[in-house]
T-cell receptor, first 108, second 112 residues
Framework: GIQVEQSPPDLILQEGANSTLRCNFS?????LQWFHQNPWGQLINLFY???GTKQNGRLSATTVATERYSLLYISSSQTTDSGVYFC??????????FGKGTKLSVKP | KAGVTQTPRYLIKTRGQQVTLSCSPISGHRSVSWYQQTPGQGLQFLFEYFSETQRNKGNFPGRFSGRQFSNSRSEMNVSTLELGDSALYLCASSEGTNTEAFFGQGTRLTVV
């Protein structure tokens, strides 16, 4: 089946720094989502991005479907950005396949 | 619009028991999917229901089952609980295939 790899697995930043999270996938996908998992476990939608670039405040995402990767950019990070970021791809059957996540810690 | 609602939020069960979890999707959404999250295996797909029919199933034993009602609400059942079933169970709703999925807050199941 399709493989979804996220890097880096862990990331520690000082408040105010910028970061880039990467998601590689091994086969063609129908769609791609980025999520932030809050401390209580809920997955919060960040981007629904099959291709191209989207921006939402300090966050932006780019998916290059032909090269099978997506990037999530976080600028001017804040302590509230801490948590685990997941990339998930939508396969032909319609379900999501998740990567293992990037655990982000933003220090004050 | 109200979001995806899962109940209960926390549950403690004993090995061998069975458990039923509930998920109410966003109004108008007809697809409900279930995922299991554990530290070792990460987030894994359990099954998906659309208009009361199971359309897709992940690689889980038959002890895991589900259903969807005519109002799109879904339940999942785990019978003969094992310690390894301890996990966060997440429900997602979407309008249909290849549309954005939205998750509930999850049910944290502990099997003792």
């Amino acid at each position: 089946g399709i493989q979804v790899e996220q890097s880096p697995p862990d990331l520690i930043l000082q408040e105010g720094a910028n970061s880039t999270l990467r998601c590689n996938f091994s086969d063609s996908v129908n769609n791609l989502q980025w999520f932030h998992q809050n401390p209580w476990g809920q997955l919060i939608n960040l981007f629904y991005i099959p291709s191209g670039t989207k921006q939402n405040g300090r966050l932006s995402a780019t998916t290059v479907a032909t090269e099978r990767y997506s990037l999530l950019y976080i600028s001017s990070s804040q302590t509230t950005d801490s948590g685990v970021y997941f990339c998930a791809v939508v396969v032909s059957q319609g379900n999501l396949i998740f990567g293992k996540g990037t655990k982000l810690s933003v220090k004050p | 619009k109200a979001g995806v609602t899962q109940t209960p939020r926390y549950l403690i069960k004993t090995r061998g028991q069975q458990v039923t979890l509930s998920c109410s999707p966003i109004s108008g959404h007809r697809s409900v999917s279930w995922y299991q999250q554990t530290p070792g295996q990460g987030l894994q797909f359990l099954f998906e229901y659309f208009s009361e029919t199971q359309r897709n199933k992940g690689n889980f034993p038959g002890r895991f089952s589900g259903r969807q009602f005519s109002n799109s609400r879904s339940e999942m059942n785990v019978s003969t609980l094992e310690l390894g079933d301890s996990a966060l169970y997440l429900c997602a709703s979407s309008e249909g295939t290849n549309t954005e999925a939205f998750f509930g807050q999850g049910t944290r199941l502990t099997v003792v």
